[in-house]
């Protein structure tokens, strides 16, 4: 069964500190994987995009880790802000042909909460 | 560029009612869906499409319809609304369903209560 789990579920931390959210998947055949941050009352924003080939990748003070062999992921957030709180989304897409090809999984999301 | 436009952003429904939820996106995606997030659970799609014309049933497809006779256009109908229907309500769309690094952008929502 294709399923996508984060943990933690909710962590709070500082601001100025860093925290590093993860990410498993079984999702098979894998085509990408996508972090998206939602604020409250609001959409899901694309934070990275990576594929199979990709390791890492970092927009901003995000940085995106992927290991396709253990189906693992990580975002890092360096030096939190207030605006940082949020929740964050793992998404996988699936590669198959067919009607599964492009597919989303969603994993249930990390809510993030920096404290002053 | 608007992006992905949802209407309305709030609605009260009786329970069975029937409404549409609007979308509409002015950036030539071939690819858009309905999503609904619940409490505690990733969203869930409800109903795609890879073109005008073409639909497709998503996971939760139950007690919704769409439509797709535009490119810029999506709605979602409710025909009879529940309250297992209250949720939250995503429309989504992207370039191409099989490009392999197309993003997906998301409209703002449209949080729906069916009392």
């Known amino acids: 069964k294709n399923q996508v789990e984060q943990s933690p579920q909710s962590l709070i931390i500082l601001e100025g500190k860093n925290c590093t959210l993860q990410?498993?998947?079984?999702?098979?055949?894998?085509?990408?994987l996508r972090w998206y941050k939602q604020d409250t009352g609001r959409g899901p924003v694309s934070l990275t995009i990576?594929?199979?080939?990709?390791n890492t990748k970092s927009n901003g003070r995000y940085t995106a880790t992927l290991d396709a062999d253990t189906k693992q992921s990580s975002l890092h957030i360096t030096a939190s802000q207030l605006s940082d709180s949020a929740s964050y989304i793992c998404?996988?897409?699936?590669?198959?042909?067919?009607?599964?090809?492009?597919?989303?999984?969603f994993g249930r999301g990390t809510q993030l909460t920096v404290w002053p | 560029n608007a992006g992905v436009t949802q209407t309305p952003k709030f609605q009260v429904l009786k329970t069975g009612q029937s409404m549409t939820l609007q979308c509409a996106q002015d950036?030539?995606?071939?690819?858009m869906s309905w999503y609904r997030q619940d409490p505690g659970m990733g969203l869930r799609l409800i109903h795609y499409?890879?073109?005008?014309?073409?639909?497709d049933q998503g996971e939760v497809p139950n007690g919704y319809n769409v439509s797709r006779s535009t490119t810029e256009d999506f709605p979602l109908r409710l025909l009879s609304a529940a309250p297992s229907q209250t949720s939250v309500y995503f429309c989504?769309?992207?370039?191409?369903?099989?490009?392999?690094?197309?993003?997906?952008?998301f409209g703002q929502g449209t949080r729906l209560t069916v009392v």
């Open positions: 989504a769309s992207s370039y191409s369903r099989q490009a392999r690094n197309t993003e997906a952008f």
């Open positions: 990410c498993n998947y079984t999702v098979s055949p894998f085509s990408n």
């Open positions: 990576m594929t199979f080939s990709e």
């Open positions: 998404v996988v897409s699936a590669g198959d042909r067919g009607s599964t090809l492009g597919r989303l999984y």
């Open positions: 950036m030539n995606h071939e690819y």
């Open positions: 499409s890879v073109g005008a014309g073409i639909t």
